[in-house]
């Protein structure tokens, strides 16, 4: 079955760094698009990033310049560079995919960003 495992979640200072990650299985991770979306306390799940199959990558304009996707085929995995963080990025954050015409979604992943 199709599995999305993000990691790499916690707590920073404002104008820190984090890497996510997003581990996949269950899918030929190479020939699908990869998403990070999150969602703070109280308010809906909103886009970050997206990055296709072939690379092309397409961000909110609230991380543009601080945020970076990438994809590693070879490991199947996607991640999200998070630079500059804000208070603002507090949310859980979550790695979403399309297959077989379904959504999956990984559990989630906290960061809080303290000021």
């Known amino acids: 079955q199709v599995q999305l495992v993000e990691s790499g979640g916690g707590l920073v200072q404002a104008g820190g760094s984090l890497r996510l990650s997003c581990a996949a299985s269950?899918?030929?991770?190479?020939?699908?698009?990869m998403g990070w979306y999150r969602q703070a306390p109280g308010k809906q799940r909103e886009f970050v990033a997206t990055i296709t199959s072939g690379g092309i990558t397409n961000y909110a304009d609230f991380v543009k310049g601080r945020f970076t996707i990438s994809r590693d085929n070879a490991k199947n995995t996607v991640y999200l560079q998070m630079n500059s963080l804000k208070p603002e990025d507090t949310a859980v954050y979550y790695c979403?995919?399309?297959?077989?015409?379904?959504?999956?979604w990984g559990q989630g992943t906290q960061v809080t960003v303290s000021s």
């Open positions: 269950g899918i030929i991770f190479s020939s699908v698009a």
């Open positions: 979403r995919t399309e297959w077989g015409f379904r959504d999956y």
